[in-house]
């Protein structure tokens, strides 16, 4: 028995402090949602608007990316100030308006803090900038005075994640580390006004009911920037990062942090929980996951993984594994803000050389650029078995807006529109993420398919029309009410967070989980015989009792 399947469910499903534990959460990126005041961005009272369309796909929960006030430098990822709401997206009311909305369909509500950077618009940045070398204002960042003769060159070769150097140079001559874009100026966590204030930021939005925060970049907080700095080269040398001894990846004293965070989230009732994007090696994972600390992490194994029976099979058991060792639920997680939609993935030969790259050499998959290659009914096809069997693991499963949908990744945006750090800071090499945060389409007509009346920040495809909310629902095969009814099956049929493997040929995976529920996929490419028991749902049309390839079943 888990701890969890040991808890009488409370008569408040809003109190259980164990919700997070196998939640379906669905991710919004607020600017690409819906635009409720036709500016062209999405904004909060968007949201509020489709509340009603959440609760009928049925998750448990919804993350916001930040909707904090930014220059957009990097998608609101480089944020003006953790208190406020950017005005193009609303207002703190707006804000309150939305989690009551949320809450009262009984909806979780889970916000972004970016922990690592402030923008470069920041009040406290602007006071380092205008105050001298040496100076506390700036100590809440991290200033480095340059090197070579009159220390024109950076204080050491590193790259930002975004290309090109990670040190940028301000007037008086002193240098600064952003190991993002040059807008993002990282903090100074030995600081203990920088500590002091995140505590302020985490406990404000508790304080206006927030559940839950997904933590940004969770791994690279705590720097050792003793001098003399190691080189690039150097770096790379040592290998795996598995020791915790990275100047600023994965270090250990980066637990310190989350201990206090985490004494502050136990002060609620039910307690704040919170989940950390934390791009570690997997061993290192369950330190972030652990009670103690966050509490959870974000697995991006299979949302690394080729769609592949064994490679799948590996993933989840080592997981589960890990998450029980932790004593954290596993996530799972197949589409995100930062990689190519799956339903594209999976459409593409294999991945295309170049495509993957992140954070630390392992991580981010971005668009190569190569929808000539793509099978999109493929894609889709294989997008939504993955998904099911997602659906069906222990544990709680990210969504993002759109996957339900069906959307493909946006290729064909025009190199002027693209807004992404990452396609800007690399000579257009890299298409970069513009192309997973094109907004929604609602409807089949109307302006920008329905997101608002002012028009898309990024440009819409016209297959958006037959994509569109609107025409999903009145099809009974449409991707969007093949989501509703998996999380509905979801939601009934929760039990223990176990699994139990059970014969099957090399290229299917089946399983069981407490209570008689079992899910079946074939990867391979011949139909496979379905097992006993009755259909629940299936992420294709079924051929008589043979499971097609491509495709997942739920027996009951
Ligand atoms: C995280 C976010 C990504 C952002 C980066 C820097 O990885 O998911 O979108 O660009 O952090 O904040």
Redesign the pocket.
Known sequence: MTASAQQPFPADPMRDPHWWRQAAVYQIYPRSFSDANGDGLGDLPGITAKVPYLAQLGVDAVWL?PFYPSALA??G??VDDYRAVDPRLGSLDDFDDMAAALHSAGIKLIV?I?P??SSNRHAWFREALASPKGSAARSRYIFRDGTGPDGSLPPSDWQS??GGGAWERVPDGQWYLH???PE?PDFNWENPEVRAEFLTTLRFWSDRGVDGFRI??AHALAKDLTEPLATSAELAAEGEGLDGAHPFWDRDEVHGIYAEWRELFNEYNPPRTAVA?A?VHASRRGRYASPEGLGQAFNFDLLQADFDAVRFREIITANLEQAAATGASSTWVLS???VVRHATRYGLPSAPAGSAKG?DGK??VFSGGTEPDLDRGLGLRRARAATMLMLALPGSAYLYQGEELGLHEVAAIPDADRQD??FHRNAGVDKG?DGCRVPLPWTADGPSFGFGTGGAHLPQPDEFASTAVSEQEQDGSSTLNFYRRALELRGKQQTAEELEWLESPAAVLHFRRPGGWQSITNFGAEAVELPEGTVLHSSAGLDGGLLPPDTTAWLA
């Open positions: 990316s990097d998608g990822y480089d972004d970016v690592n950077h994640v975004f190991l993002f874009a993002q940004d970049v994007e791009w995100n803000h930062d954070q991580g981010w750090p990452t993420r």
